[in-house]
Nanobody, 121 residues
Framework: QVHLVESGGGLVQAGGSLRLSCAAS?????MGWFRHAPGKEREFVAT????????YYADAVKGRLTISRDNAKNTVYLQMNNLKPEDTAVYYC?????????????????WGQGTQVTVSS
């Protein structure tokens, strides 16, 4: 069982940037970021395969958010630029047991505790 810990959330003005990190207690395979806003279901944000060569993004974040990883550090990142108020949510990282990236929440077996991102207008 891999333990995941997110960090880097906070309060930022619209148009600002944040960088989220997800540190894993051990080796991970494909990873993903999801978010949960009040009154909404948890939704897919971005995913990356084990090598980092394949990434997918939700349409709402394409061109603004970038997922990356450093396997030597067992860490995945989410660079968030040009943030909008609608990006406000708790952001969770998640790990798969296989190397291929996935968009479906049901494909992930390990979850972090989440980190709050709040974007003010």
């Amino acid at each position: 069982q891999v333990h995941l810990v997110e960090s880097g959330g906070g309060l930022v003005q619209a148009g600002g940037s944040l960088r989220l990190s997800c540190a894993a207690s051990g080796r991970t395979f494909a990873m993903g970021w999801f978010r949960h806003a009040p009154g909404k279901e948890r939704e897919f944000v971005a995913t990356i395969n084990w090598s980092g060569g394949t990434t997918y993004y939700a349409d709402a974040v394409k061109g603004r958010l970038t997922i990356s990883r450093d396997n030597a550090k067992n860490t995945v990142y989410l660079q968030m630029n040009n943030l909008k108020p609608e990006d406000t949510a708790v952001y969770y990282c998640a790990a798969r047991l296989v190397s291929t990236a996935a968009l479906d929440i049901r494909d992930y077996s390990n979850w972090g505790q989440g980190t709050q991102v709040t974007v003010s207008s």
